[in-house]
């Protein structure tokens, strides 16, 4: 088992994200994700620093954390030879392992960038099989030329290949994408709050998907982003929810809306839907509960997300109260 610290790069920035990743690692926190943003959820307070940069500045201080993206795009802002370069360069930088989480993205992030039509699911998730595919070659040929659908390079190398592979983790909210995952992933990412159904029904497509490639994925790390909101005073835990209503909306909203002006303004139409998402809760117990059974579908990588302003002391609430009865139960 995996315990790790999601930096919300839509809501702070660079430098504070950066000390929060710190202060997680030195409270018992061993896997540190980012998300990367372009554009943040909400154009109000939001924040949206360089998630590849980041990554570079966050390793020199790390102590020996596992280090990702939960997820990157590379696909539309960023050609795939870029991504693949940039995660080469963390990878030597960082003192712990490092991996890279890929997913299929939103709108918000890659069109107003790029100026790019925002295509449909499945061209959406072609690019994204065939950027792995390029990505994977960088890293572990001397010179590339690469003639693909979407994507091309020409006697193109890395010079500081990764000593030891780095691990694709992709991420899936749906049956096609998670057959994907069992094709050609080394792990798995997902998001919390959603129904067992989807949860079962994801775990059954990943394992058709490696079954129909030949693949024994029966090691595959399986990540889970568990968003809680965990306080001594409940009051508090219920309204750091609010600023993450974006969370509560529906599938199109979020992936197809690419104004953060238009999100904030669908967010603040209910936000206290956002609390849906959240194991929101004052008993550590409970919030242990709560998690078992994400823990009993095979999730081995659990990353917490707390939504609050008070980061800091989410971080100290968690790892003194939740995190301890996290390892004495489940590892």
């Avoid at 992709?170 to 050609?184: D, M, Q, S, T, Y």
């Avoid at 792990?187 to 058709?208: H, M, P, Q, V």
């Avoid at 008993?283 to 008070?310: K, M, W």
């Amino acid at each position: 088992m995996r315990y790790g610290y999601k930096a919300s790069a839509e809501q702070f920035g660079a430098r504070r994200l950066t000390d929060l990743a710190l202060l997680a690692e030195s409270k018992g926190l061993d896997t540190i994700t980012v998300s990367d943003h372009f554009q943040p959820w909400r154009h109000t307070g939001g924040q949206a620093p360089n998630a590849l940069t980041w990554l570079g500045a966050a390793a020199q201080g790390l102590q020996g954390a596992y280090l990702g993206t939960s997820v990157l795009t590379p696909t539309m802002r960023y050609h795939p030879s870029v991504v693949a370069q940039a995660l080469a360069t963390v990878a030597q930088l960082n003192r712990g392992p490092t991996f890279l989480g890929v997913g299929t993205g939103e709108a918000l992030n890659e069109v107003p960038a790029t100026g790019m039509e925002w295509p449909g699911g499945k061209e959406r998730r072609l690019r994204l099989a065939e950027s792995i595919e390029l990505i994977r070659r960088l890293w572990s040929e001397e010179r590339v030329d690469f003639d693909g659908e979407y994507y091309r390079t020409a006697r193109a190398t890395i010079y500081e290949r990764p000593e030891t592979p780095i691990p694709i983790y992709i991420a899936a909210a749906g049956p096609l994408a998670a057959r994907l995952v069992g094709r050609a992933g080394d792990g798995f990412i997902c998001t919390s709050g959603k129904s067992w159904d989807l949860y079962r029904e994801l775990l059954e497509n990943i394992a058709l998907g490696a079954e129909a490639a030949g693949r024994d994925i029966s090691g595959m790390p399986k990540m889970i982003e568990i968003k809680v909101s965990y306080d001594t005073e409940l009051e508090r835990a219920e309204t750091a929810c609010y600023w993450w209503g974006a969370l509560a909306l529906t599938p199109e909203e979020k992936h197809s809306t690419d104004d953060p002006l238009e999100m904030e303004r669908l967010a603040d139409a209910h936000p206290e839907d956002a609390r849906r998402r959240f194991i929101v809760s004052t008993d550590p117990d409970e919030v242990v509960e709560r998690i078992a059974p994400y823990v009993e579908l095979g999730f081995d990588e659990l990353v917490f997300h707390g939504p609050g302003e008070e980061q800091e002391r989410f971080v100290e609430l968690f790892t003194r109260d939740v995190l301890p009865r996290l390892r004495a139960r489940f590892g």
